[in-house]
C-alpha cells in the first residue's frame, strides 16, 4: 500500500484519505456479515468468512488492509484467532478491529492482550463504525510508508540489504515448512570501478538505477525478490524454484542488462555494461542451521563467475546432507 505524503506545513494540502482497501470481516452469522457489507461495499473491497479457520486461510491467501473479527464464534473464537494471525509474518501487521455484543471488562482487557488495535460494541452504529475503520486505515497507510522508505534503497528504488535479510528469514523458514525448493541469486556489476573512474560517480549512479530497473523486470512473481545487496551488487530471492527456473531466471537478467548497451569503455570484458551472476539452490529439505549457507554459496558461485572472464553464469545444487 502506498501513499504519496502531503507537506507537513501546507494548510491547503488536501487531507490523507485511505484508498480503495480490502476488508475481512469474520462473524459466524451472516446477517451481521451483510449490514457491515452495506456499510463498505460501496468504497471498499469486502471480503467474508464466516469462522477463524476460514479466515487465517483468507489472510494467508490474500492478505486483507483490515479485519472486523467477532469474538465469540463456535470452534476458534475471534480472541484465537487475532492470536494465530499476530503469530505469523505475513499477517501481523493486519489491524484488527474486534466487534463484540459483550461488555465485561475482562473481554476488553483479552482484545487488547491479543493484538486488537480497537473494538466497536454490537449493535453496531454504522458511523462510528465508518470512521474507526477509516481512521485505522489511514494510520496503515502512513505505518506502511514509512515501513517502505525503511526497506527501500534510496539509489536504486529497490529493496535494502536489511529487507533481503527479513525476507530471506521468512522465505527460508517457508521452504522448511513445505519442503520446497529456495534459490538465491547473486549479481555483480562487472568492472564497476572502473566505470566510475572512467565516467564519474553520478554516471556511476544512473547506471546502478538502470541495471536494477533491467534486473526487477525480469521478476515474474509476486514473492521473487532483487534487493540491492551493498556497492554494485544485488541479490534475488526465488522462492519454490528449481536450479533450472533459477537459471532461466538470471539468464533473462544477464541478456537484458547486456541489450541495455550501455557504453563501459573502460571495461576489461565488453564494450558495455554487463553483470556476473552467481546462483545457489536448496532443493532437497532445509534445516535452520543452513540457512546462512546459501547465501554464502551463491556468493561463492558469483566469484567463480567472475573469475571464468564475466558477463556468465556458474551456478550450484545443494544438497544439505553433504553440507
Not at 48 to 72: F, H, Y
Not at 133 to 151: E, G, N, P, S, Y
Not at 294 to 321: H, M, P, T
Request: net charge negative; hydrophobic share 40%.
Amino acid at each position: 500500500m502506498t501513499m504519496t505524503p502531503s507537506p507537513l506545513n501546507d494548510e491547503t494540502a488536501p487531507a490523507i484519505e485511505p484508498h480503495r482497501a480490502c476488508l475481512l470481516v469474520v462473524d459466524d452469522q451472516p446477517a451481521n456479515i451483510q449490514a457491515v457489507y452495506q456499510i463498505f461495499s460501496g468504497q471498499h473491497q469486502v471480503l467474508m468468512a464466516t469462522n477463524g479457520e476460514q479466515a487465517l486461510t483468507l489472510c494467508l491467501k490474500t492478505p486483507p488492509d483490515l479485519i472486523l473479527l467477532d469474538v465469540v464464534m463456535p470452534g476458534m473464537d475471534g480472541l484465537e484467532t487475532c492470536r494465530r494471525l499476530k503469530a505469523l509474518d505475513i499477517t501481523r501487521n493486519i489491524p484488527v478491529i474486534f466487534v463484540t455484543g459483550g461488555s465485561r471488562v475482562e473481554e476488553e482487557n483479552e482484545c487488547w492482550e491479543v493484538g486488537a488495535i480497537d473494538f466497536v460494541s454490537k449493535p453496531i452504529n454504522p458511523a462510528t463504525l465508518r470512521n474507526r475503520v477509516r481512521a485505522h486505515l489511514i494510520l496503515k497507510q502512513q505505518t506502511d510508508l514509512l515501513r517502505l522508505m525503511a526497506f527501500r534503497d534510496g539509489l536504486t528504488g529497490v529493496s535494502n540489504r536489511r529487507y533481503f535479510d527479513d525476507r530471506y528469514n521468512v522465505e527460508w523458514r517457508r521452504a522448511q515448512r513445505a519442503g520446497s525448493a529456495l534459490s538465491v541469486i547473486m549479481i555483480d556489476v562487472d568492472h564497476f570501478k572502473l566505470y566510475n573512474d572512467h565516467y564519474g560517480h553520478a554516471e556511476g549512479d544512473k547506471c546502478l538505477r538502470m541495471v536494477a530497473s533491467e534486473l526487477n523486470a525480469q521478476l515474474n512473481r509476486p514473492a521473487d525478490l532483487l534487493a540491492r545487496y551493498g556497492g554494485e551488487e544485488f541479490v534475488c530471492i526465488l522462492p519454490d524454484t528449481d536450479l533450472n527456473g533459477a537459471r532461466i531466471t538470471a539468464e533473462r537478467m544477464r541478456l537484458s542488462v547486456e541489450k541495455i548497451a550501455l557504453p563501459h569503455a573502460a571495461s576489461l570484458t565488453s564494450s558495455c555494461v554487463t553483470i556476473s551472476i552467481g546462483i545457489a539452490t536448496m532443493e532437497d529439505k532445509v534445516s535452520e542451521d543452513l540457512a546462512p549457507v546459501l547465501v554464502d554459496k551463491a556468493d561463492e558461485q558469483l566469484y567463480i563467475a567472475k573469475r571464468s572472464g564475466r558477463n556468465r553464469i556458474s551456478s550450484e545444487c545443494l544438497v544439505s546432507s553433504e553440507l
